[in-house]
């Protein structure tokens, strides 16, 4: 320390008692290193930008911030810890003097950070996002044949039951490479000769969660095959009837629908049971007195199943025993009743499947050649067909196990009677004055979210069942219930399930 300053210091002692010798110590010293080491004009930053993977997060996240300055000799310094950093209005979250951006809990809204550094400013804005309280992929379980591909999709179910697909903002991983890829959009594609379980695992948000696909040698082993799907070629057909006496079948229209795979039966006690063992498994569902509810997928905190009977119907067919779901012995075949329209898309989802439309279902009934009745010659008796009485082949006095009748030209079974049939579109009486001609699948989207349904939308079945007259079981007839029925009196409508066929 040279001359002249030690005079300085003299002179402040003198003159300002207060002062603590250590804190004068600690002032030359800083204005001493200055001068012996004064920042280069080559040093000094010309600008100054705000750096982060991305500028938006969730309420009750953690963003970390960098602020980048630009030197006037070409180069950049991370000056994140060096930086004044500030937010505003503050409502959302609040930036700490490392550059971390800390959400609030509850908070969303948009938020203007600062970075200051040497007469250099910067500002970015900061979206904060609802927390997901569901993460969902579907499908959760399923099978693939080897060489081919599958897309799965994520949903997120926020605090006010608001749902989104978020399949492209989701960190898709795979467990083993060697057997396939999956690209940021959700789209898997197993390598050729691969088989094995694979963990397809996504992130989203600080939540993770894992589907099992089973990728498999042959044909003969697919989820297709699993459910005896058949395929029901593409092509026009008349829907509807200009001669009924109900007014919701007119006017008869030309319709085109594209090529679908559909399952030979209705689904069984015996599918639906394996189903709910796996999303029990798999924490998609819990049990509530006797209700079976979803916690996972399109439809969180929806009733699917009843496993109680009720008075004027009093068997049950399925059980919850220490843990696990059974079906009562003899009844394995039987068609599952109970379930909600909610309960059917669930099953679909879960295996990657879905509910035909509408006009499928009548296209795959009517059996390319226009029937009446989507029995073996298109006319109803109960030779055929398993509905209100008994006599002949019919000696079931309410339910039949799948199959008992021959099927359709198309060789599908049970399309007239043994249980109506939910499909994918919401009721509306005066659909067919509207209805497109190519693929119409009902006046409602045609993914239905958890927030665009509600328990009182009436839902399409078709078909008739063992408890209807003749009437009800013709191609044509379009019966109706609501989306969230009394599940205890819902005796007679279960569902199968198709599948879209690639036409690339």
Same mark, same amino acid.
């Given at each position: 320390?040279?001359?002249?300053?030690?005079?300085?210091?003299?002179?402040?002692?003198?003159?300002?008692?207060?002062?603590?010798?250590?804190?004068?110590?600690?002032?030359?010293?800083?204005?001493?290193?200055?001068?012996?080491?004064?920042?280069?004009?080559?040093?000094?930053?010309?600008?100054?930008?705000?750096?982060?993977?991305?500028?938006?997060?969730?309420?009750?996240?953690?963003?970390?911030?960098?602020?980048?300055?630009?030197?006037?000799?070409?180069?950049?310094?991370?000056?994140?810890?060096?930086?004044?950093?500030?937010?505003?209005?503050?409502?959302?979250?609040? +930036?700490?003097?490392? /550059?971390? !951006?800390?959400? *609030? %809990?509850? &908070? =969303? $809204?948009?938020?203007?950070?600062?970075?200051? @550094? #040497?007469?250099?400013?910067?500002?970015?804005?900061?979206?904060?996002?609802?927390?997901?309280?569901?993460?969902?992929?579907?499908?959760?379980?399923?099978?693939?044949?080897?060489?081919?591909?599958?897309?799965?999709?994520?949903?997120?179910?926020?605090?006010?039951?608001?749902?989104?697909?978020?399949?492209?903002?989701?960190?898709?991983?795979?467990?083993?490479?060697?057997?396939?890829? +999956?690209?940021?959009? /959700?789209? !898997?594609?197993? *390598? %050729?000769? &691969? =088989? $094995?379980?694979?963990?397809?695992?996504?992130? @989203? #948000?600080?939540?993770?969660?894992?589907?099992?696909?089973?990728?498999?040698?042959?044909?003969?082993?697919?989820?297709?095959?699993?459910?005896?799907?058949?395929?029901?070629?593409?092509?026009?057909?008349?829907?509807?009837?200009?001669?009924?006496?109900?007014?919701?079948?007119?006017?008869?229209?030309?319709?085109?629908?594209?090529?679908?795979?559909?399952?030979?039966?209705?689904?069984?006690?015996?599918?639906?049971?394996? !189903?709910?063992?796996? %999303?029990?498994?798999? $924490?998609?569902?819990?049990?509530?007195?006797?209700?079976?509810?979803?916690?996972?997928?399109?439809?969180?905190?929806?009733?699917?199943?009843?496993?109680?009977?009720?008075?004027?119907?009093?068997?049950?067919?399925?059980?919850?025993?220490?843990?696990?779901?059974?079906?009562?012995?003899?009844?394995?075949?039987?068609?599952?009743?109970?379930?909600?329209?909610?309960?059917?898309?669930?099953?679909?989802?879960?295996?990657?499947?879905?509910?035909?439309?509408?006009?499928?279902?009548?296209?795959?009934?009517?059996?390319?050649?226009?029937?009446?009745?989507?029995?073996?010659?298109?006319?109803?008796?109960?030779?055929?067909?398993?509905?209100?009485?008994?006599?002949?082949?019919?000696?079931?006095?309410?339910?039949?196990?799948?199959?008992?009748?021959?099927?359709?030209?198309?060789?599908?079974?049970?399309?007239?009677?043994?249980?109506?049939?939910?499909?994918?579109?919401?009721?509306?009486?005066?659909?067919?004055?509207?209805?497109?001609?190519?693929?119409?699948?009902?006046?409602?989207?045609?993914?239905?979210?958890?927030?665009?349904?509600?328990?009182?939308?009436?839902?399409?079945?078709?078909?008739?069942?063992?408890?209807?007259?003749?009437?009800?079981?013709?191609?044509?007839?379009?019966?109706?219930?609501?989306?969230?029925?009394?599940?205890?009196?819902?005796?007679?409508?279960?569902?199968?399930?198709?599948?879209?066929?690639?036409?690339?």
């Amino acid at each position: 320390m040279d001359i002249n300053r030690l005079k300085i210091m003299s002179k402040l002692i003198k003159h300002l008692p207060g002062i603590s010798v250590y804190w004068l110590f600690i002032l030359f010293f800083c204005l001493n290193q200055c001068r012996n080491n004064p920042t280069a004009p080559e040093q000094t930053p010309s600008s100054l930008k705000i750096e982060a993977e991305k500028f938006k997060i969730y309420a009750g996240g953690i963003l970390q911030l960098k602020a980048i300055a630009q030197l006037k000799d070409g180069t950049t310094k991370d000056v994140t810890k060096e930086a004044i950093w500030s937010n505003s209005p503050g409502l959302a979250g609040k +930036i700490t003097k490392s /550059g971390k !951006f800390i959400t *609030n %809990a509850e &908070a =969303t $809204g948009k938020e203007t950070v600062t970075a200051q @550094f #040497q007469g250099q400013v910067a500002s970015v804005v900061i979206e904060v996002t609802k927390r997901a309280e569901i993460f969902s992929i579907l499908p959760m379980r399923t099978k693939l044949l080897s060489g081919e591909s599958i897309q799965f999709k994520a949903i997120a179910t926020y605090p006010d039951r608001v749902q989104e697909i978020v399949t492209d903002q989701v960190q898709w991983k795979v467990n083993k490479p060697e057997m396939g890829s +999956i690209d940021s959009k /959700g789209l !898997f594609q197993s *390598n %050729a000769g &691969a =088989t $094995g379980f694979v963990m397809i695992e996504g992130s @989203f #948000q600080d939540v993770i969660e894992n589907s099992i696909l089973e990728i498999v040698a042959s044909p003969s082993e697919t989820i297709e095959s699993e459910f005896q799907m058949v395929k029901i070629p593409g092509g026009t057909f008349i829907m509807g009837d200009d001669t009924s006496r109900y007014a919701d079948e007119k006017p008869a229209h030309e319709v085109f629908v594209d090529p679908f795979l559909i399952s030979k039966f209705e689904i069984t006690n015996n599918q639906y049971v394996d !189903f709910l063992n796996q %999303a029990l498994g798999n $924490g998609a569902i819990i049990v509530e007195s006797n209700l079976i509810i979803g916690t996972k997928g399109r439809f969180p905190f929806t009733a699917y199943l009843l496993i109680q009977a009720g008075q004027n119907f009093p068997s049950e067919f399925i059980e919850f025993i220490d843990g696990t779901f059974k079906v009562k012995d003899g009844f394995e075949d039987y068609p599952v009743i109970r379930v909600s329209w909610y309960g059917a898309v669930a099953f679909c989802d879960f295996y990657g499947l879905r509910l035909p439309t509408e006009a499928e279902w009548e296209k795959a009934s009517r059996g390319g050649q226009q029937l009446e009745y989507g029995t073996q010659d298109g006319s109803l008796s109960h030779d055929l067909a398993n509905y209100r009485g008994t006599e002949g082949r019919d000696i079931f006095p309410d339910l039949a196990p799948v199959g008992q009748f021959p099927p359709n030209p198309f060789g599908l079974f049970d399309m007239a009677g043994n249980v109506a049939e939910f499909v994918h579109d919401i009721y509306a009486s005066d659909f067919y004055m509207q209805s497109p001609s190519n693929n119409p699948s009902g006046p409602g989207p045609r993914e239905p979210l958890l927030n665009d349904v509600s328990d009182d939308d009436r839902v399409v079945w078709r078909g008739g069942s063992w408890f209807t007259g003749a009437r009800f079981c013709r191609s044509a007839r379009r019966g109706h219930i609501r989306r969230g029925p009394d599940l205890v009196e819902q005796i007679d409508v279960g569902f199968r399930v198709a599948k879209s066929i690639s036409t690339n």
